[in-house]
């Protein structure tokens, strides 16, 4: 549910605040760094809390700047709606990527770490493009019933309202249950810290 901030936010930022194309792509460098950041530093934290935790952590943290994100207004400004959150979002996501690759290829034989990869790869992207489809029906009902009553800038935004609340709902749970799961899971010995995988059997 990641996909409704890459989404919705332009959408937000040109036909909500009025920025142009270009201020747009520039407002969302911000996001591309603390992406950076966040792979940087997901090793770092692994190593002294656990995989476990970086992950329920990593997930939290994306879902906290969404839920920030559900706030917005239509007469909201870059600085005090869209930068901070969009970091936050920024920061879980990338280290939340690196932990659940981890879970997903951890044990698995070498021969099969390709396969194991390919499969994660194949349901980011098929689970993306199903969430947004489920994200932008949403958020065009809750617009199409606001936009009896309210002005379009704010039917707009009552949608990507809606749009980032069911991301933050589904990112909470999704932290719950990675929680839950690893707990269950607490007698076997955690995956390796983001160490590369080779993809073929050592000679």
């Known amino acids: 549910m990641w996909i409704a901030l890459y989404f919705f936010l332009p959408l937000y930022q040109q036909l909500v605040l009025g920025s142009g ?58 600085l005090a709606d869209v930068l901070g959150p969009s970091i ?50 949403l958020a065009g009902s809750v617009t199409a019933n606001a936009a009896t009553q309210q002005p379009h800038a704010e039917a707009l ?10 991301s933050a709902a589904v990112l909470a749970a999704t932290a719950l249950l990675a929680a839950f799961l690893t707990r269950r899971t607490s007698g076997a010995p955690e995956p390796a810290a983001a160490a590369p995988t080779p993809l073929l059997p050592e000679a």
């Open 157 to 166: 935004t009552a949608g990507y309202r809606a749009a980032f609340t069911a």
């Open 21 to 78: 194309p270009l201020a747009t792509d520039v407002g969302q460098l911000p996001l591309a760094a603390a992406n950076m950041l966040g792979s940087a530093l997901a090793p770092r934290v692994t190593r002294r809390i656990g995989v476990s935790a970086t992950a329920v952590a990593a997930l939290l943290t994306e879902a906290a700047g969404l839920l920030r994100l559900s706030r917005i207004g239509a007469d909201g400004s870059y």
């Open 88 to 137: 936050l979002v920024g920061l879980g996501l990338s280290a939340a990527f690196v932990q659940l690759t981890a879970f997903a290829v951890d044990g698995l034989p070498a021969q099969d770490a390709g396969l194991a990869g390919g499969l994660v790869n194949t349901t980011r992207q098929v689970g993306g493009a199903i969430g947004l489809a489920a994200l932008a029906g």
